[in-house]
């Protein structure tokens, strides 16, 4: 479904991708690991269409995507949860995922937002608080679902689990594996390693702008280095 092949990115001068090759097929799981500064952001960006890049290929459905603008990549069929969340704070929850559904034109608006009230209850009895007096975790659900409200065919999760308790992230995680039950592709960067490598089918591991291992997620869990250095064990 998603193939990026050699891209490479940069800020101003300073070239952080040197040169990714990864892939996502259709219903899979695949998680991007890797520590602070590596380029993961920056990746997840460069595939949604925020970042340019400076070379490589990036295609999507076998169509190539790396010149398409990014609100052109949502109608597409990809949709990103960013980092930090990101809601609109003064917008109400009911607001923020209408908002997702901008690039639709309103079409099964009512649908989409019950389909969301099914997948996170939680929201409902909150539908006019504004998003910024949520907590992390409600935030963090209102985020997947705002870019669910696309009806994304892969989603784009940027450290879904960033801040929450860990019961949060329990949840969060079971959210995200009921996404995959449901048909959607995933790419999903994590710092909390053995939480993402738990879900995933295949994961990848970037080390300063370059893939250093990738594979399996049962292998990549076994790999002396992933445990030293990302498992702590
Ligand atoms: P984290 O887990 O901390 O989010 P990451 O792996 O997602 O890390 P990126 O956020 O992609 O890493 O950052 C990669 C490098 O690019 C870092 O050195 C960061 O300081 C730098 N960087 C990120 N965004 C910008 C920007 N807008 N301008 C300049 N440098 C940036």
């Known amino acids: 479904m998603l193939s990026v092949e050699n891209v490479r990115s940069a800020y101003g001068r300073i070239e952080i991708l040197h040169g990714v090759t990864l892939n996502v097929a259709a219903g899979e799981i695949v998680t991007l690991i890797g520590a602070n500064g590596a380029g993961k952001t920056t990746l997840m960006h460069a595939i949604s269409g925020v970042q340019p890049i400076t070379g490589g290929t990036i295609r999507f459905e076998g169509e190539p995507i790396e010149k398409m603008p990014?609100?052109?990549?949502?109608?597409?069929?990809?949709?990103?949860?960013?980092?930090?969340?990101q809601v609109f704070d003064p917008l109400s929850v009911k607001d923020n995922l209408r908002?997702?559904?901008?690039?639709?034109?309103?079409?099964?608006?009512?649908?989409?937002?019950?389909?969301?009230?099914?997948?996170?209850?939680?929201?409902?009895?909150?539908?006019?608080?504004?998003?910024?007096?949520?907590?992390?975790?409600?935030?963090?659900l209102l985020a997947i679902g705002r870019a669910l409200m696309a009806r994304p065919r892969l989603l784009l999760l940027d450290e879904p689990s960033m801040g929450l308790a860990p019961n949060l992230v329990d949840l969060v995680l079971a959210v995200i594996l009921s996404l995959k039950n449901e048909g959607l592709t995933i790419l999903l960067v994590e710092q909390n390693a053995g939480a993402a490598l738990a879900i995933a089918d295949r994961a990848y591991v970037l080390e300063t702008g370059k893939v250093a291992l990738n594979g399996s997620a049962a292998a990549v869990q076994n790999d002396r280095r992933v445990r030293e250095s990302y498992l702590g064990i």
């Open 70 to 85: 990014a609100h052109a990549r949502v109608v597409a069929g990809i949709s990103q949860v960013p980092e930090g969340r």
């Open 99 to 140: 908002l997702g559904a901008w690039s639709r034109c309103n079409a099964d608006l009512e649908q989409s937002l019950a389909r969301i009230c099914r997948l996170f209850p939680v929201l409902e009895s909150i539908w006019e608080t504004p998003a910024g007096a949520l907590s992390g975790g409600q935030q963090q």
